[in-house]
């Protein structure tokens, strides 16, 4: 149930929290699909938050979620083209962050740097 009809708030609601924004920015840049990838992350998410927002990402149709053909055991959490849209936000804010937050990359130099590739 949604607490406002603003859809700042709602989106806030979805992607607010740190942990949902690293892990779709492990997603979209690094093309992590595994709970193991996921976990490897430098900020270690604990299992149980990890666990969290995956389902939440899965419900909310960001990802969607599927047995790995080769190894029942694994399950793959794929970027829905939903969830690829978020990618420019994720930008902006790294963006953001390296204009304004002192030690942090170049993130203008960075995206270049995978543009030209």
């Given at each position: 149930m949604k607490r406002s009809d603003c859809p700042i708030t709602c989106t806030?609601?979805?992607?607010?929290d740190k942990w949902?924004?690293?892990i779709l920015r492990d997603?979209?840049?690094s093309g992590y699909t595994?709970?193991?990838?996921?976990?490897?992350s430098t900020e270690k998410i604990a299992t149980n938050i990890l666990a969290a927002r995956l389902q939440k990402l899965v419900e909310?149709?960001?990802?969607?979620?599927a047995t790995d053909e080769n190894n029942k055991r694994k399950?793959?959490?794929?970027i829905t083209p939903k969830g690829a849209t978020l990618k420019e936000v994720l930008l902006t804010v790294g963006l953001w962050g390296s204009e304004h937050i002192e030690g942090t990359i170049d993130m203008a130099?960075?995206?270049?740097?995978?543009?030209n590739k």
């Amino acid at each position: 149930m949604k607490r406002s009809d603003c859809p700042i708030t709602c989106t806030l609601d979805l992607l607010g929290d740190k942990w949902t924004l690293i892990i779709l920015r492990d997603a979209i840049f690094s093309g992590y699909t595994t709970y193991g990838q996921f976990q490897s992350s430098t900020e270690k998410i604990a299992t149980n938050i990890l666990a969290a927002r995956l389902q939440k990402l899965v419900e909310e149709g960001i990802f969607t979620k599927a047995t790995d053909e080769n190894n029942k055991r694994k399950i793959h959490y794929n970027i829905t083209p939903k969830g690829a849209t978020l990618k420019e936000v994720l930008l902006t804010v790294g963006l953001w962050g390296s204009e304004h937050i002192e030690g942090t990359i170049d993130m203008a130099a960075k995206i270049k740097a995978v543009q030209n590739k």
